[in-house]
């Protein structure tokens, strides 16, 4: 059973940057992949990127390659997504979740309540 709370979601200008953290409970945190959703309002739920439990491949959605970054820190028991060169249309609930390395909503188990990101023109 494992509990993940983001954090670092705010208000930005478009071309700025920010640190999502999503926390985890518990000690088996270190045998999840870790990936990170957006839902933006009337949009479904999006693959934003994912990193394997050893932290060693990650995959990245092509909206965000080349501008975020996914990490994890299994001693902390935290995994990070780094926003760089956000834009307006980057507007969005952040979403962490934990469960088999994938891009697919259904292959994560558990999900935190989200960060809200907000990027201004």
């Known amino acids: 059973q494992v509990q993940l709370v983001e954090s670092g979601g705010g208000l930005v200008q478009a071309g700025g940057s920010l640190r999502l953290s999503c926390a985890a409970s518990?000690?088996?945190?270190?045998?999840?992949?870790m990936g990170w959703f957006r839902q933006a309002p009337g949009k479904e739920r999006e693959f934003v990127a994912a990193?394997?439990?050893?932290?060693?491949?990650?995959t990245i959605a092509e909206s965000a390659k080349g501008r975020f970054t996914i990490s994890r820190d299994d001693a902390k028991n935290t995994v990070y997504l780094y926003l760089n060169s956000l834009k307006p249309e980057d507007t969005a609930i952040y979403y962490c979740?934990?469960?088999?390395?994938?891009?697919?909503?259904?292959?994560?188990?558990?999900w935190g309540q989200g960060t809200q990101v907000t990027v201004s023109s």
């Open positions: 979740a934990g469960g088999q390395f994938g891009s697919s909503p259904a292959e994560y188990a558990y």
């Open positions: 518990g000690r088996t945190f270190s045998r999840y992949a």
């Open positions: 990193i394997t439990w050893r932290g060693r491949s990650v």
